[in-house]
Nanobody, 117 residues
């Protein structure tokens, strides 16, 4: 059974930094895409950043220049370095990974990020 576990969330003041990690345990097979989403109170879940096995990355406009996503397929782990954090970055951050082997996405439970002004 595959499980994705996020870590690294917490409470930080505006302008600060956090580094999130998401590691998959179990046999997830070949990973094609790793993504970070966030869920803010009263808002829809949004895609924050993604990285493909090719190394290509993509970012939401709201985080470009501040967040950096990186993935380690050998370790089935994805990271999100978040700098210059703003109060509007507050939310639950969830990772997901797409397994080519099993033809499905796997989701983590999320980690809370709170940015105070």
């Amino acid at each position: 059974q595959v499980e994705l576990v996020e870590s690294g969330g917490g409470f930080v003041q505006a302008g600060g930094s956090l580094r999130l990690s998401c590691a998959a345990s179990g046999s997830i097979g070949i990973i094609h895409t790793m993504n970070w989403y966030r869920q803010a109170p009263g808002k829809e879940r949004e895609l924050v950043a993604g990285v493909r096995s090719s190394g290509d990355t993509s970012y939401a406009d709201s985080v470009k220049g501040r967040f950096t996503i990186s993935g380690d397929n050998a370790k089935s782990t994805v990271y999100l370095q978040m700098n210059s954090l703003k109060p509007e970055d507050t939310g639950v951050y969830l990772c997901n990974m797409y397994s080519v082997t099993y033809g499905r996405y796997y989701w983590g439970q999320g980690t809370q990020v709170t940015v105070s002004s």
